[in-house]
């Protein structure tokens, strides 16, 4: 595709359910990361991976948090155990290689009642 | 204290006023500094991506370096209600496909 793709756009989910989040980054780009963005707030880095290996997590917050690429293209970003202060916009960028600009996509943004 | 500091605003200007927007950071490691635009329910979308002091032109955009100060600015020339959303700062150590450290993001309206 032309930019980033995520889905779903809006996911709602009752607290201690699991929930997993998907992004397309643009065709051909190695490099892949994930944001979390709270209202008002900045994105903050989550994850970062180059091709199918994930070379920094560092930003998870817990280890409820997921993250995979297995086949070096989509990503999942997967939350366990959901709680309330997971709610927030997650969002995706890609970029050709590491030294080239992120490209992001419109983010998935996630209610945990 | 955050890395990044960004006053969030809102920052009102009437339609064709230059807009000024600016970042001050506390890593000397950053070396690669980005402004994102980001509409509401968007993703945040690249304006402007520079490396080491100085400026940089592009259209009605300009960015400003200023590595000694720690400081980056973004100005807006004849700005447009269209104009009218989010603006956010970035940098990083290694480039910009290293991980990004974003300013809080100041809302900017363009008022006709």
């Known amino acids: 595709g032309a930019g980033v793709s995520q889905s779903p756009r809006y996911k709602v989910a009752k607290r201690g359910q699991d929930v997993a989040l998907r992004c397309d980054p643009i065709?051909?780009?190695?490099?892949l990361f994930w944001y979390q963005q709270a209202l008002g707030q900045g994105p903050e880095f989550l994850t970062y991976?180059?091709?199918?290996?994930?070379?920094?997590k560092s930003g998870l917050p817990s280890d409820r948090f997921f993250a995979e690429r297995p086949e070096g293209s989509v990503s999942t970003l997967k939350i366990q155990r959901t709680q309330q202060e997971d709610s927030a916009v997650y969002l995706c960028?890609?970029?050709?290689?590491?030294?080239?600009?992120?490209?992001f996509g419109d983010g998935t943004r996630l209610s945990i009642l | 204290q955050k890395e990044v500091e960004q006053d969030p605003g809102p920052l009102s200007v009437p339609e064709g006023a230059i807009v000024s927007l600016n970042c001050t950071y506390s890593?000397?490691?950053?070396?690669?500094f980005m402004w994102y635009r980001q509409y509401s329910r968007k993703g945040p979308e690249l304006l402007m991506y520079?490396?080491?002091?100085g400026n940089k032109e592009d259209g009605r955009f300009t960015a400003q370096v200023d590595k000694s100060s720690k400081y980056i600015s973004l100005f807006i020339r004849d700005s447009q209600p269209s104009d009218s959303a989010t603006y956010l700062c970035?940098?990083?150590?290694?480039?910009?496909?290293?991980?990004?450290?974003f300013g809080t993001g100041t809302q900017l309206k363009v008022e006709l």
């Open positions: 960028a890609s970029s050709l290689f590491r030294e080239q600009p992120q490209h």
């Open positions: 065709s051909g780009h190695v490099s």
């Open positions: 890593n000397s490691a950053f070396q690669y």
């Open positions: 520079t490396y080491s002091s």
């Open positions: 970035a940098m990083s150590a290694t480039g910009g496909g290293n991980k990004l450290t």
């Open positions: 991976f180059q091709n199918e290996a994930q070379l920094d």
